[in-house]
């Protein structure tokens, strides 16, 4: 727990929010090989870290590597010790006692919903708060780009959340000892499965109507799990969609954060599900 000389505290439990990350076995899912690979090395799932991590990730051009593997979306819980708005943007420091405080910038959009503005209104100092965004760097320095900052209402998502960060770091650092070989016929999950945040219903903003209409699919699922790709397929041919179009979407939705694969690459969540 963070008290006020830089822990938890003061920042907001109130039960509700559930944040469970196990795949369809018993025990925390571990990243999936081989496929992240063919798609550019980047993965699509959410990867749990810390504010060090983040910190001290290895940077080569335009790519961040954690424990050895190229990471792009992140998510990571701390508490708001400053934030400055301005008419664009939104710029949180967040720190989590494993290092100096992060900064988040938040880009506040003029289509976003009241949902969103009363959510933005609920991140203050002092408030608890989980992070999902992309690892940045600006004049040396790394920060976060944030596609969401939702207030952390139950306890219980701090405490998975260091068990998910503990058991990611493991499962990467053992990953890094596999031969490539071994690791392209790997059959494991990646990270992510069950996680389940709202951060507004907006993500409709700039999409075609045709990546719009895959994301609600995605969005309207029940499953843990997610929703699985043939499913999706399915339910889009129903309305007219052509399954490359499908595809195409949700390489666009992932890139984009508003969904991410749950247990293997063939199911999907969203975000704000």
């Keep these: 727990m963070w008290g006020d000389e830089g822990g938890f505290g003061g920042g907001g439990y109130q039960g509700g929010t559930n944040y469970t990350n196990y795949g369809t076995n018993a025990g925390f899912s571990s990243p999936q090989l081989g496929s992240q690979e063919q798609r550019g090395g980047r993965s699509r799932s ?20 954690i424990n050895g593997r190229e990471v792009h979306q992140i998510t990571f819980v701390g508490r708001i010790v400053t934030v400055q708005e301005s008419s664009t943007n939104i710029l949180y420091k967040i720190h989590d006692n494993t290092a100096d405080p992060c900064e988040v910038r938040r880009w506040i959009d003029s289509d976003d919903s009241t949902a969103d503005i009363d959510k933005r209104s609920e991140c203050r100092e002092g408030v608890v708060v989980r992070v999902f965004g992309h690892l940045r760097s600006f004049q040396g320095h790394q920060n976060v780009v944030a596609f969401a900052v939702n207030p952390v209402t139950d306890f219980n998502e ?19 000892s596999i031969p490539m070989a071994g690791a392209e016929s790997a059959q494991s999950s990646t990270f992510g499965a069950g996680t389940s945040h709202s951060y507004g219903q907006k993500a409709n903003s700039g999409m075609t109507a045709a ?13 843990e799990t997610g929703i699985y790709i043939g499913d999706l397929l399915t339910q889009c041919r129903q309305k007219h969609i052509g399954d490359m179009d499908v595809r195409q979407a949700v390489d666009f939705l992932s890139n984009e954060g508003h969904v991410y694969s749950t247990i293997d690459d063939d199911h999907y969540k969203a975000t704000d599900s």
Excluded: R, S
């Excluded at 959410?46 to 590597?65: I, S």
């Excluded at 990546?211 to 499953?223: E, K, M, R």
């Design 158 to 176: 701090v405490t998975f959340h260091i068990l998910d960060v503990v058991h990611a770091h493991l499962a990467l650092t053992k990953a890094a």
């Design 46 to 65: 959410m990867l749990p870290v810390t504010v060090h991590q983040l910190m001290t990730a290895e940077q080569h051009d335009d790519a961040f590597l």
């Design 211 to 223: 990546q719009t209409d895959v994301y609600h699919c995605i969005q309207q699922c029940g499953q």
